[in-house]
């Protein structure tokens, strides 16, 4: 593989690379800041899984820059994502957060954008990946990233179903 022709890679992966660290910070903080104890734990296991992505990410680019291939990994064999649809849904209007956790309603849809952000990341990689561990690589990022992103939705639900009812 010519440099010319593991540069996009690179650059996707160094991008992709930028948003886990930032993910992973922005949890921590998320879960030092939050006074709920489910809140911290979610957040902390979110860090977790954003520093393991980094993992990934670096071995990715440490292999395309050393013999301008594509490491392989076992966690990815398998994933299938559909790459013609984005994670965020198309056309939400961000909800008015008040009341008394305003800041958790913030920081959670602060966090669901950025998961949006790496999902369309690793999905426009995936679509323009002509190698088949590439696509494998970021098809299983964007799973993770939809798994994030799910779980940080419900608990934004949640939250505002407690505001709803008055609790």
């Known amino acids: 593989m010519s440099h010319s022709t593991a540069s996009k890679p690179l650059e996707v992966l160094d991008q992709a690379l930028c948003l886990e660290i930032d993910g992973e910070a922005f949890y921590r903080e998320a879960a030092a800041a939050t006074t709920d104890a489910g809140g911290r734990t979610m957040f902390l296991e979110l860090a977790e899984q954003e520093a393991d992505h980094q993992r990934i990410i670096r071995r990715q680019a440490e292999s395309l820059q050393a013999s301008g291939r594509w490491a392989g ?10 790459l013609s649809q984005s994670l965020f849904p198309q056309g939400a209007a961000r909800a008015e957060a008040v009341g008394p956790r305003a800041n958790e309603l913030e920081a959670l849809w602060f966090a669901l954008e950025k998961e949006s952000e790496s999902y369309e990341l690793y999905r426009q990689g995936a679509l323009q990946a002509t190698d088949d561990t590439a696509k ?5 990022l964007m799973a993770a990233e939809r798994e994030h ?13 407690q505001q709803y009812r008055g609790e």
């Open 149 to 161: 992103f799910d779980v940080l939705m419900a608990a934004y639900e949640a939250i505002v179903g």
């Open 73 to 82: 990994d076992a966690r990815c064999a398998g994933v299938v994502c559909d």
């Open 136 to 140: 494998a690589i970021y098809q299983y």
